[in-house]
């Protein structure tokens, strides 16, 4: 419709008749019918529910033998498979329109040996070997096999993306799998003369990670409003008028002749350290410790490596190592403290601070496998449809990278412990434990067009990249609580109070993680204008559990019965409001973008007449206003707040002694007994590039309108109540 208000099935009169072109319509097939609000724009709500199937099996093996008193050995082997069918893809479910299911395939196999020897009076050796072997994919369920928009031929359904619509098809990013092994051997020594025990050891692990992740290959259509490019729109719903008439604005999709994105990555990583416990007194013990950590440069079996060494001035990437180098200097010192106050040692301080690092995953310079010479992008623009092989413009697209320069992440991380025993049997502990992380991954556009200089910052480079850069940072600070109570009158219980705050620059490794909030940095220039909650940043935890073991009929057939529960409350989690187009102009692959905040944003009504503080309307939009052109927004990344969590489980079990080592366990648990719904933040947002929304879109267009169901949600976290039996026999 032109005008919402006038076209209903009361006035059809007010109605606009939209041709569908028949290359349109086996794709417009694939739209369940709505059985919800209209959204008077051609668009209305689904409400749907399937069925998902899990299955899991898990096995272990265990061997242990002693050779003496003094020489023991220990193996293990455990294998857990895994297999699931997911209905829905995406998160929160409604990111991605239904009939596209998804199956999941997981084998996980962990090998462990360990030989344990006395080597005399004072030494003592630890040696481990270890191989695990993971393998995982996701693979698209062809629910349309004669459906295909790929260049390459034989391929699945991709997607195709209404502006201001659910995502129509399979995730660019599928099918995807990692079959990894890591080989491990370490070994430790320890020797312990009077009051001290120095312990010194060192390990070395080899990676090898295999598998593909076929971004684009299966293709993707974009269809927006193209009025800016002079066609005419006559509906108030320029992007899905233009879809029926399969008029797209542009196609990504891979190289036929470039799209094996299958890579065999390898690396190397070498660890050794040292500690030092002293006993100082009979109260008090300090502990010492020195790490040193080295990072190969990860390599492929077949060489198939390249990248953009220098963003600001290369024209393309370069065939050669992923990484300049990787450092030589990660030391990382540790150091704590044991006092036991009072001298009959029920109250013990404790503290410690130490600086503790992490490899980069596979997945972060694995991105760099979408680079040409040995993978090829191309977006066209104005592409026929549904066959993308003509098109007004085709030009490369270099999709991601890690930087040429890591500086490798690490945190510095500091806590103090009071710990009183109350009286017998309980423990009350206070508090603080507090984190700060630098050279953090975050992702940011690293080519951005700048329309004062009416070309890319680098224009040699002729597409947007986004990076995957190493210079965030994040802060965590909390004061916790705790009260622990052990069987007393065969009753246990503990409760644990968190009050903290979380703040970073980037909460998710990868864009493809990202839900709440944007993908990618709102400006690549500005790191700290990002910096807000943590997209987990929970402010008040509150868990509290027991276990009662009934009293009656002990040492009888009835019995043995135990009641248990866990009752978990905290609040909100953040996320952000966004913009759902280029108010910028950055011209990148993601949008990322922030409104300006004016008003109050939880008073008053939705544009909708939904009162603030409901799941119609958990926000106000019109606490919002627009940057001007060309400008980014003020408010806040993650600066609004969801609704909180509260859920309780309960679980009852008897057991039935079968013999004097032998014995039978029946058990019921209802998780989420109460049925309490917990809901999600609003998310009407959505990218082929992510796996869910990312955070909450105040305006969808440069006019100012509202974008759709903005401040609605539409999802609950957590389960619905469930109900569980279970058998345990032990022997």
């Known amino acids: 419709a032109s005008d919402p208000s006038a076209c209903s099935s009361a006035t059809p009169d007010g109605c606009i008749l939209i041709g569908v072109d028949p290359r349109a319509q086996p794709f417009l097939a694939l739209l369940p019918s709505s059985n919800g609000a209209n959204n008077g724009d051609g668009t209305g709500d689904l409400i749907s529910a399937d069925k998902g199937t899990t299955n899991e099996q898990h096995g272990m093996a265990r061997v242990d033998h002693n050779f003496s008193n003094t020489h023991s050995f220990f193996g293990r082997y455990i294998i857990d498979d895994s297999s699931s069918l997911v209905p829905y893809f995406g998160s929160p479910p409604g990111t991605y329109v239904p009939g596209f299911p998804v199956s999941h395939q997981a084998r996980n196999q962990y090998f462990t040996l360990q030989d344990r020897k006395s080597l005399g009076a004072e030494l003592f050796n630890e040696l481990r070997f270890g191989i695990n072997r ?3 994919s996701t693979s ?89 490019f002079g066609f005419s729109a006559r509906s108030n719903n320029p992007a899905l008028e233009f879809f029926l008439q399969a008029l797209p604005l542009s196609y990504v999709g891979s190289v036929p002749s470039m799209s094996d994105s299958h890579r065999d990555y390898r ?52 065939v050669g190592q992923v990484f300049a180098g990787t450092p030589l200097d990660l030391l990382s010192p540790q150091l704590g403290f044991a006092w036991a106050i009072s001298g009959n040692g029920k109250t013990v301080l404790r503290g410690g601070s130490g600086i503790f690092r992490d490899q980069f995953p596979v997945i972060l310079f694995g991105v760099d496998r979408f680079l040409p010479p040995f993978f090829g992008v191309n977006t066209l623009i104005f592409p026929s449809f549904p066959s993308p092989q ?106 644990f109070y968190t009050f903290s705050h979380s703040i970073d620059d980037a909460s998710n490794s990868f864009l493809i993680e990202a839900i709440n909030e944007p993908p990618t940095s709102q400006d690549i220039f500005n790191r700290k204008g990002s910096r807000g909650r943590s997209g987990f940043d929970i402010r008040h935890n509150f868990v509290g559990n027991f276990v009662y073991e009934l009293p ?40 990322s973008e922030r409104p300006n905040l004016v008003g109050n944003p939880y008073s008053g009504f939705c544009p909708n007449g939904s009162r603030v503080n409901t799941p119609a309307c958990w926000f106000n939009p019109s606490a919002f206003v627009l940057p001007p ?21 309960l679980a009852v079990r008897k057991a039935f002694h079968l ?60 389960t619905g109540r469930q109900i569980q039996l279970d058998a345990r026999f032990t022997f």
């Open 629 to 649: 052109p060309g400008r980014f927004g003020t408010a806040g990344r993650n600066s609004l707040r969801g609704p909180g969590f509260a859920q309780f489980d």
């Open 267 to 318: 690396q190397s990583v070498v660890s050794g350290f040292a500690q030092d416990f002293l006993r100082v007194t009979s109260r008090l013990t300090v502990n010492a410790g020195l790490r040193y950590d080295f990072y190969s440069n990860p390599t492929e079996a077949h060489g198939r490596l390249s990248a953009i060494r220098n963003p600001a001035t290369d024209s393309g990437p370069t």
């Open 659 to 718: 013999s004097r080592e032998t014995q039978i366990v029946f058990g019921a648990e209802a998780f989420n007994l109460l049925n309490h719904p917990n809901f999600g933040v609003p998310t009407n947002t959505q990218s082929p590039l992510t796996l869910g929304g990312n955070g909450d879109a105040v305006f969808k267009n440069a006019a100012g309108d509202f974008a759709d169901n903005s401040g609605r949600i539409f999802n609950t976290v957590g």
């Open 140 to 228: 698209i369920v062809d629910t349309h096999p004669d459906l295909s928009i790929s260049r390459v031929p034989g391929r699945p359904f991709g997607m195709i993306d209404v502006a201001g619509m659910s995502l129509l098809g399979n995730n660019p990013a599928i099918p995807l799998g990692d079959f990894s092994t890591v080989y491990q051997i370490q070994e430790q020594v320890s020797r312990t003369t009077g009051r001290q025990t120095l312990k010194f050891g060192g390990e070395f692990r080899r990676i090898q990670s295999n598998g593909p992740v076929d971004f684009t290959v299966n293709g993707l259509y974009s269809f927006q409003d193209l009025s800016p």
């Open 552 to 591: 009656f009929g002990r040492g009888s057939w009835f019995g043995g019965w135990q009641l248990s529960g866990i009752a978990s409350v905290h609040s909100n989690v953040p996320f952000t409001p966004m913009l759902s187009f280029d108010n910028a102009d950055l011209q990148s692959v993601t949008i």
């Open 390 to 495: 003509n098109a007004a413009l085709t030009q490369p697209l270099f999709l991601f990278q890690t930087t040429y320069h890591p500086k490798f992440p690490y945190a510095l991380q500091y806590n103090l412990n009071l710990e009183r025993e109350i009286t017998r049997g309980m423990i009350f502990s206070a508090g603080y434990f507090g984190a700060r992380g630098n050279h953090l991954t975050r992702e940011a556009e690293q080519n951005p067009f700048d329309p004062a200089l009416g070309h890319r910052v680098n224009p040699n480079l002729p597409s947007p990249l986004v990076a995957v850069l190493t210079d965030a940072q994040s802060f965590y600070n909390s004061f916790q609580l705790s009260v622990d109570r052990q069987h007393a009158d065969n009753f246990s219980w503990h409760v």
């Open 134 to 136: 993971t393998t995982a």
